[in-house]
């Protein structure tokens, strides 16, 4: 148990419907991070939240939204999403930014998600 | 973006040490090296992390060498629970973005 908790933990959705993928820590954290991690690639990163504010894009389509309503709690919304946005998705917190012991990430267990 | 080098698997026997070695030679003065690994369905988890000494924890040690450009990981007596695929990365100039290369797969032999 890391702290991080990710709902639902599996997901399966057809290319018109919308979902949201929901994270939530309870280890005081000041940032949030959305990962996404394909079949045999590296994790890439989506989105990070430092005290709710979005600071970080990776030229993300515009199908996922992110959501930070405060530092606990972290939300991806999907709409009309493709068959190749099927990946294990990841969120993580850390106490701050910036590099060293304040940067460390505490991962979820993450969302599968099926796009049929 | 910061780019390490690990080899792709490493073998280990169940109660032997396990040196992990990861190349990172394009890394800064400022920046930490870190570690992660991540077991089968399962999030990325923290190992260890350092700047320039040579680290201990619970879980391993960090040998770093002394131009920074490679450091190991060393899992002291490697259990059944240690296989899993090892991350080092490291930070950029004190930003928060972590990059995750295609780590190390370990596979503890019984």
């Known amino acids: 148990e890391t702290g991080v908790t990710q709902t639902p933990r599996h997901l399966v959705m057809g290319m018109t419907n919308k979902k949201s993928l929901k994270c939530e820590q309870h280890?005081?954290?000041?940032?949030m991070y959305w990962y996404k991690q394909s079949a045999k690639k590296p994790l890439e990163l989506m989105f990070v939240?430092?005290?709710?504010?979005?600071?970080e894009n990776n030229s993300v389509p515009s199908r996922f939204s992110p959501e930070c309503p405060n530092s606990s709690h972290l939300f991806l919304h999907l709409h009309t999403l493709q068959p190749e946005d099927s990946a294990l998705y990841l969120c993580?917190?850390?106490?701050?930014?910036?590099?060293?012991?304040?940067?460390?990430?505490?991962f979820g267990a993450g969302t599968r998600l099926s796009v049929l | 973006d910061a780019k390490t080098t690990q080899p792709n698997s490493m073998e280990s026997n169940e109660e032997e040490p396990v040196h992990l070695p990861c190349n990172h030679s394009?890394?800064?003065?400022?920046?930490?090296i870190h570690w992660y690994r991540q077991l089968p369905s399962q999030g990325p988890e923290y190992v260890i992390h350092?700047?320039?000494s040579n680290v201990n924890n619970r879980m391993a040690s960090l040998a770093i060498a002394e131009d920074r450009k490679s450091s190991t990981l060393i899992l002291h007596r490697a259990t059944l629970r240690d296989a899993a695929v090892y991350y080092c990365?490291?930070?950029?100039?004190?930003?928060?973005?972590?990059?995750f290369g295609k780590g190390t797969k370990l596979t503890v032999n019984p």
């Open positions: 939240y430092s005290l709710e504010e979005r600071v």
């Open positions: 280890l005081g954290h000041n940032a």
């Open positions: 993580a917190s850390s106490q701050a930014r910036g590099g060293g012991a304040k940067n460390i990430q505490y």
């Open positions: 350092g700047l320039t």
């Open positions: 394009t890394i800064s003065g400022t920046d930490y």
């Open positions: 990365l490291h930070t950029q100039g004190g930003s928060e973005k972590l990059v």
